[in-house]
């Protein structure tokens, strides 16, 4: 499965970004998708997950609250809405398809590439 992050961007703290996961193929349904980030000299890091039923999400401790993992399967696309959005979130973002169900601990065999989060006054 082809993944394509979008919805990047430069955004002022306490903003609001939505970033979109869009794949290539139906059998996306049947894939858990994740969303990771990459700061600026640091490790990759789970960001959310949600399984292809839509009915488990999973989040990194410090995101939950402020960010909400959804999706559409119907248009193949899986959201990440992001709000009161700190410089600390500044990094690039990507998703990553697992076809099994296991949340920040998943196997993610399929990456897209991702997309820029800046957060800055």
């Known amino acids: 499965v082809q993944l394509q992050a979008s919805g990047g961007g430069s955004v002022q703290p306490g903003g609001s970004l939505r970033l979109s996961c869009a794949a290539s193929e139906r059998t996306f349904t049947s894939y858990t998708i994740g969303w990771f980030r990459q700061a600026p000299g640091k490790e990759r890091e789970f960001v959310a997950a949600?399984?292809?039923?839509?009915?488990?999400?999973d989040y990194q401790d410090s995101v939950k609250g402020r960010i909400t993992i959804s999706r559409d399967n119907a248009k193949n696309t899986v959201y990440l809405q992001m709000n009161s959005l700190k410089p600390e979130d500044t990094a690039v973002y990507s998703c990553?398809?697992?076809?099994?169900?296991?949340?920040?601990?998943?196997?993610?065999?399929?990456w897209g590439q991702g997309t820029l989060v800046t957060v800055s006054s």
């Open positions: 949600i399984k292809w039923t839509g009915d488990s999400t």
């Open positions: 990553a398809a697992d076809s099994h169900w296991g949340g920040k601990y998943g196997n993610y065999d399929y």
